[in-house]
């Protein structure tokens, strides 16, 4: 699979009857040795552009999506360290995703 084609989001809201879901985006960012994920967070007025941070900026709103349901693959999890859980890494690997370069 190619870069782009696996997304990461914490589920905001279920809509059962259009079969929809809407997902904050989790942007995944190299580091020494492995990808955390953060919240990506887009300015509400002027050019913000947008910001990958734990906690929610002053003047920013959480980036959302709506997708749907039949295109999410699984779950993952995110331990303390904003990093994916060993169960998570194997499952994203199986989705054909290099989990130690982003994808790349």
Request: glycine share 14%.
């Amino acid at each position: 699979m190619g870069r782009g084609d696996i997304h990461l989001g914490v589920v905001v809201s279920i809509n059962d009857s259009e079969k929809t879901l809407i997902v904050h985006v989790l942007e995944g960012r190299d580091c020494a040795s492995d990808i955390t994920y953060l919240p990506l967070w887009g300015h509400q007025v002027g050019k913000g552009g947008e910001r990958r941070m734990q906690s929610c900026p002053e003047g920013y709103t959480a980036e959302l999506r709506d997708i749907e349901s039949g295109a999410v693959q699984g779950v993952v999890t995110l331990k303390g360290n904003h990093k994916l859980s060993e169960d998570s890494r194997v499952f994203m690997e199986s989705l054909g995703v290099d989990t130690m370069h982003n994808g790349k």
